[in-house]
């Protein structure tokens, strides 16, 4: 059996891997750690696949999915990868979030440049 220290190490390097790929080699990716997935699901290609998931501005980056992929794994307790699950949900909760509010606030300026652009055209 690996050690936890081991595979956590190795999907580490992984993810500073994927951030370096663009275009087609980005999407084969993608498709073999879906297809590694489908093979074993285990805890490693759990986070494997959602750390793949989770790259921003991919075609394919689906959050929500690459959390209820971690989720069973972050609560897998003694699990080897349990800790890195944990961060990595965390993290997409997080960027989630933040995204939310983000888009709060693009409505609420856009609210209110309409206003000033009304309040322009009647002193006209």
């Known amino acids: 059996?690996?050690?936890p220290a081991a595979n956590a190490e190795s999907l580490l390097h992984y993810y500073r891997h994927l951030r370096r790929l663009t275009g087609a080699d980005l999407v084969r990716?993608?498709?073999t750690a879906r297809q590694a997935y489908a093979r074993s699901r285990s805890d490693y290609e759990c986070v494997r696949l959602a750390m793949v998931l989770s790259l921003p501005g991919a075609a394919f980056t689906d959050e929500g999915?690459?959390?209820e992929l971690l989720?069973?794994?972050s609560k897998n307790q003694g699990g080897q990868l349990q800790g890195l699950a944990y961060l990595l949900a965390?993290?997409?909760q997080e960027?989630?979030?933040l995204d939310a509010s983000a888009q709060g606030l693009q409505q609420k300026l856009d609210a209110l440049k309409s206003l000033e652009r009304s309040m322009i055209e009647r002193k006209r």
Do not use: K, N
Request: net charge positive; no cysteine.
């Open 95 to 97: 960027r989630r979030r």
């Open 29 to 31: 990716e993608h498709e």
């Open 90 to 92: 965390s993290h997409l």
């Open 1 to 3: 059996m690996a050690r």
């Open 65 to 67: 999915r690459a959390l």
């Open 71 to 73: 989720d069973p794994v």
